[in-house]
């Protein structure tokens, strides 16, 4: 005899619809696509780093590089980004209480939130805004509160995306705990201006708030002293938890490592649901990016034309967004400069050859316009990318900014070669 059997899932994960990132990606793998969508360098890993993991396997006897290492990180990788960040904030960082070691820049996104997220307590989320900060407030229990970036017409370049800072100032309520601030920004490619980014300090400060500073970009500024951490801004640092990424440092988004940066008082309830979920990360990677950072070290601060994260990365990442704009340029799409990531915005409603997706359009659909333009040039262009959409929480702002779509051009010259062959169809 047999019973059925349909348990129901909690609460807290039951609404949460399917991530837009699986549904493109198995749809551009399926369509066997030119992937300008995920926010992956496809090309070779930078050698020093792979070089520093290699030394590393060949060690078997290191005990310190293949067994269980620190839980909240290993010595070495923290004592160096102790260095880099004290140097960066122009605080004490310090490297055992300030530093926690996670599964990449999410795993730290999510403990923020678990750990000062209580029921009922409100978050400011500037959108567009990456699509995970949604969801993993509301699993702590919290209400995303979204805050429009305001765009021109014909605007040119990242740079004219602006805060209203009066509505924002507005959206803040008595339950309101924290504010979100991603620098330099996804999916817009914005850098944030020191005035901004005061502005976000004094509203944290009047309404005694936690900021978290997503700044896993960091580095992919053309100018390297043109980024400006939040925690280095007066009285900041002691009210911000900082994330940050390896992978995205040293464009090595496989090895899955993170970080959060935060005085002890702030990153203590953070270690607690660490040590009771991942325990520890994955220890030959924590100790090669230790070492990347160290060899890095010298260079970034005394010599950046010999630096990999001061000086080539940058020209590489500025080479390529030139080429991606040229090209989207003769398709007649319309590109949104960034000053900084690898990501770049462009309005595709200008381009010829392609079906009309309006509202007016989907009589069997809700999923906004550039949903299903970005389904349709994968199915039928072969050419992944990602809808502008995707990074905004309600439907009216969906319905509102379904115009663009987001494309990732940190690729090798051979994945952008291919696009460029899909893209000038839209010339003809």
């Known amino acids: ?25 198995a749809l551009a793998a399926e369509s066997k696509a030119v992937n300008l969508g995920q926010g992956f360098p496809d090309g070779p890993a930078p050698k020093f780093v792979t070089e520093i993991l290699k030394k590393i396997s060949k060690k078997p006897g290191m005990v310190e590089a293949h067994q269980y290492t620190r839980g909240f990180g290993h010595p070495k990788l923290v004592e160096m980004l102790s260095k880099w960040y004290t140097t960066f904030y122009k605080v004490n ?18 403990y923020a939130f678990q750990a000062w997220i209580n029921k009922g307590n409100e978050v400011i989320v500037i959108e567009p805004a990456f699509d995970c900060y949604g969801p993993q407030i509301r699993f702590a229990g919290g209400i995303p509160v979204p805050v429009l970036m305001q765009l021109p017409e ?32 996804n999916p817009t490619g914005k850098l944030f201006t020191l005035s901004e980014l005061e502005s976000i300090a004094e509203l944290a400060k009047k309404y005694n708030l936690i900021v978290v500073a997503d700044e896993v970009y960091e580095f992919h500024v053309e100018k390297h002293l043109d980024m400006i951490r939040f925690a280095s801004l007066p009285g900041m640092y002691e009210r911000t938890i900082s994330i940050g ?46 070492k990347a950072f160290a060899y890095e070290f010298p260079k970034y601060f005394n010599n950046s034309k010999k630096s990999y994260l001061a000086h080539k990365l ?53 999923d906004p316009a550039d949903l299903l333009f ?37 690729k090798k010259g051979e994945t952008l070669d291919n696009a460029k062959k899909i893209l000038d169809m839209f010339a003809q």
């Not at 994968?378 to 319905?399: D, N, W, Y």
Request: hydrophobic share 45%; aromatic share 10%; net charge positive.
């Open 93 to 110: 960082v310090n490297a055992l209480e300030d530093i926690l070691i996670t599964v990449g820049a999410y795993h730290a996104l999510y």
């Open 314 to 366: 940058p020209k590489e990442i500025a080479v390529k967004r030139a080429k991606l704009a040229e090209m989207l340029a003769t398709a007649q799409f319309s590109p949104i400069m960034p000053e900084a990531g690898f990501f770049m915005l462009a309005d595709y409603t200008n381009a010829k050859n392609i079906p009309i997706f309006t509202k007016s359009s989907q009589k069997e659909s809700d």
């Open 245 to 290: 990424s390896a992978g995205k440092v040293f464009s090595v988004t496989g090895w899955k490592l993170g970080w959060a940066i935060a005085p002890k008082n702030l990153l203590a309830p953070l270690k607690t649901i660490h040590q009771n979920c991942a325990y520890t990360c994955s220890t030959p990677t924590q100790l090669a990016v230790a």
């Open 154 to 185: 014909r605007a040119e370049s990242a740079a004219e995306f602006k805060i209203n800072f009066t509505e924002l100032e507005g959206k803040i309520s008595e339950k309101t705990k924290m504010i979100v601030i991603n620098n330099p920004h």
């Open 1 to 25: 005899m047999t019973t059925s059997f349909n348990p129901i899932p909690a609460e807290r994960v039951g609404g949460q619809s399917p991530s837009i990132w699986v549904e493109l990606t």
């Open 374 to 410: 970005t389904r349709w040039l994968c199915r039928e262009k072969k050419l992944a990318v990602i809808p502008l959409t995707a990074f905004f929480s309600t439907p009216e702002m969906k319905h509102s900014n379904s115009s663009m779509v987001r494309i990732c051009f940190f």
